[in-house]
């Protein structure tokens, strides 16, 4: 057999260079798109699901939050095994699928379960929610945000509501992680003596807040072929415009917050983390 290749190679050489060609451009294609790393990501098609629940042991986390998202994922296609850890206030769950599975197939199918699962779980226990899409494998790149004459609280800001959502939209990037500095807040400031003169329960504060704080529709007039949209704008935008708000009325008079508190743009007290 081996003489009647190296005779029909002898007799076609054209043939033969022909083909040897068309097998390295072949091979120098292939080499030009595959994916070359220094350590490749063996890690299977997997998706997580992490739950913070309240201060609980491992037991009750096990039984009130764990077992029942577990429970929530059996039965879906082309899992190959579920696997968990319960620790003091953490549960995780991994879902692991076969090789040739999407993974955003595989994510979609354990959002739809996790439905399910969050109406097993007591109120107050915790909210599960999917992990990022990565891997033990992926790179995590730390970075810090310096600015002079900024503060604690303008710098978290600054990487909150702009550098952020722009690393966000980078290709390659699964998730962004906010931590240190102050978050921004708005804060009522209440005088606990005025409360008490007044005779204003802390729950009429809290109630207060929520209904003058709020945006309504009112429909549309239609005039001269125009139609000119109603609307009412609550929102508040700033301290100055908040504290003309009503909070309870004594004596049939209309109290405002500058009488029993105050409202200021204030940074937190504890570091935050947002992610």
Do not use: C
């Amino acid at each position: 057999m081996l003489e009647r290749l190296l005779t029909f190679s002898l007799k076609y050489r054209f043939l033969i260079l022909i083909f040897t060609a068309l097998i390295v451009g072949a091979g120098i294609m292939s080499l030009k798109e595959l994916p070359i790393d220094a350590v490749p990501d063996i890690t299977t098609v997997q998706v997580q699901v992490l739950t913070r629940t309240v201060p609980m042991g491992p037991v009750e986390v096990e039984r009130y939050v764990t077992f029942p998202v577990e429970a929530a994922m059996s039965g879906i296609p082309d899992i190959e095994e579920i696997r968990s850890i319960s620790r003091f206030g953490l549960s995780a769950v991994t879902v692991v699928f076969k090789e040739h599975v999407n993974i955003y197939w595989a994510r979609q199918q354990v959002g739809e379960r996790l439905v399910q699962a969050r109406e097993e779980i007591p109120r107050g226990f915790g909210t599960p929610e999917l992990g990022p899409v990565s891997t033990g494998l992926g790179e995590v790149y730390q970075f810090v945000v310096r600015g002079k004459g900024y503060s604690p609280m303008e710098l978290r800001t600054i990487l909150d509501w702009q550098i952020g959502y722009r690393l966000r939209s980078v290709p390659g990037v699964v998730e962004v992680s906010q931590e240190g500095g102050y978050a921004k807040q708005y804060q009522v400031v209440v005088d606990p003596a005025k409360l008490v003169g007044y005779r204003i329960p802390i729950g009429h504060v809290f109630e207060a807040l929520e209904k003058n704080n709020a945006v309504a529709g009112g429909g549309y007039i239609e005039h001269a072929g125009e139609a000119y949209i109603i609307r009412g704008e609550g929102l508040v935008q700033n301290p100055t415009t908040s504290a003309a708000l009503s909070s309870t009325t004594v004596r049939a008079y209309r109290l405002p917050w500058r009488s029993s508190a105050k409202s200021k743009w204030a940074a937190s007290r504890a570091s935050e983390r947002r992610p």
